[in-house]
């Protein structure tokens, strides 16, 4: 079932926001920023606190500031304390930028960071509620380490509130952890005017002198990604379909993905283009997005390629049928099936009627997560923990 996300009513009180993050490429930082600099636009003041810039942050924006968190290499440690530093720097930031709250984004270890962090403030008389939202690995894969799950469970109970960015994400971490609170869900999201980039026919040129049709694949190469899934669905497509296909991101299975290209003697049509901060104008030049993640929160490159007008062969993993609409943005597939991938990339490439249908459906059906509609949640959410705190003190 694909939710329709309706807007919420946009609160007028402007507040002093605290937003902990990972600064890397992955989905949870680049929301995590995306939503910072979006508040910021609104009149909001937002501090962001993490161990290095985030990678989507830029400088100079107005109501955006950043705060380091540097460890130091102390020898009686084996390993960095980074959750005890983090801890200290948002107890500074808290008090000397007089922050309304602190919105934690991902669970380990920020929540449980928060936490400390509130009980010390709350110690010296400052009360600070804490949203912990929850992005997908730190539940469907670190989480379900027994090791972490108590200190999960924990930091989810104590957080102010909690919210998740899909409701296959929310199910899962009702189904693996003993929480019994609300977890409100609230999207991942994007501003689509940002993706109306029409095609470079320059850059089509090159990567396709042939006029071959595009595939792109954009992730972090890690295995839950299935690198090599889309290798295969692409050598079976190219039999069926004159077409090449672009690899944007780094990571442990580039070197994999890299042998089998050899070993296949693909190495002239798969197109290795590493890490990028930006790589919109590249994906709107494409003509389909493969996905065949083993497990997916959300989806939010699949999302970015829909609202490029790209449409999406994905896996049916997690909370990709709420992002994908099947038939309309794409087509979806179970794990592994590469031949059946292949056959439904075939099915939309296989004429340009059918993939400018399909190109248009990606993109209306993209405008559904809209910052327009998604941001005055969280901004309802925040007024919302903001006032409980002052009638109430914070959830203990």
Same mark, same amino acid.
């Given at each position: ?23 890397? /490429? ?5 929301? *995590? ?6 508040? !910021? ?23 955006? /500031? ?10 009686? /440690?084996?390993?960095?304390?980074y959750e005890l530093v983090l801890t200290s720097k948002l107890v500074d930031v808290v008090k000397h930028e007089r922050l309304d709250l602190l919105h934690v984004h991902y669970a380990i270890p920020h929540a449980s960071a928060a936490w400390m962090a509130q009980q010390i403030l709350r110690a010296q008389g400052i009360r600070i509620p804490f949203i912990t939202t929850l992005h997908g690995t730190d539940i469907t894969l670190v989480g379900r380490d027994p090791s972490f799950e108590p200190v999960i469970t924990f930091a989810i109970e104590r957080s102010t509130a909690v919210t998740a960015v899909s409701a296959s994400l929310r199910n899962e971490t009702c189904e693996h952890f003993p929480v019994k609170r609300e977890i409100e869900v609230i999207p991942n999201f994007i501003r689509t005017e940002h ?38 669905? /692409? ?21 994999? *993905? ?25 994906? !709107? ?21 829909? !609202? ?37 990339? !075939? ?50």
């Open positions: 079932m694909v939710p329709n996300f309706a807007p919420s009513s946009r609160t007028t009180i402007n507040m002093r926001i605290g937003i902990v993050c990972y600064p890397t /490429f992955g989905g949870s930082g680049v929301v *995590a920023t995306e939503l910072g600099l979006e508040l !910021a636009n609104e009149g909001h003041v937002v501090h962001f606190i993490t161990y290095d810039r985030p990678v989507r942050l830029g400088t100079g924006r107005a109501n955006v /500031f950043y705060h380091e968190v540097r460890v130091s290499d102390y020898p009686l /440690f084996d390993y960095q304390p993706y109306d980039t029409p095609p470079d026919p320059l850059l089509r040129k090159r990567f396709a002198p042939n006029g071959e049709r595009l595939l792109v694949h954009v992730s972090n190469f890690r295995p839950v990604k299935r690198v090599l899934d889309v290798l295969d669905l /692409f050598l079976k497509l190219r039999a069926k379909v004159p077409s090449r296909l672009l690899l944007i991101g780094d990571g442990p299975d580039r070197p994999a *993905a890299e042998a089998m290209c050899r070993a296949n003697g693909t190495c002239g049509d798969v197109l290795f283009l590493g890490k990028m901060t930006e790589p919109e104008e590249v994906v !709107a030049s494409c003509d389909l997005f493969v996905l065949a993640s083993e497990t997916e929160s959300f989806g939010l490159a699949a999302l970015e390629a829909m !609202a490029s007008g790209v449409p999406v062969v994905s896996t049916n993993a997690g909370g990709i049928p709420e992002v994908v609409e099947e038939g309309v943005a794409g087509l979806l597939n179970a794990v592994g099936d590469t031949a059946a991938m292949a056959a439904h990339a !075939a099915q939309i490439l296989k004429d340009d009627p059918t993939l400018r249908r399909f190109r248009e459906g990606a993109k209306r059906s993209a405008k559904r997560f809209d910052i327009a509609k998604v941001l005055p949640r969280y901004e309802a959410l925040y007024g919302k923990v903001v006032q409980e705190v002052k009638a109430n003190g914070v959830h203990q």
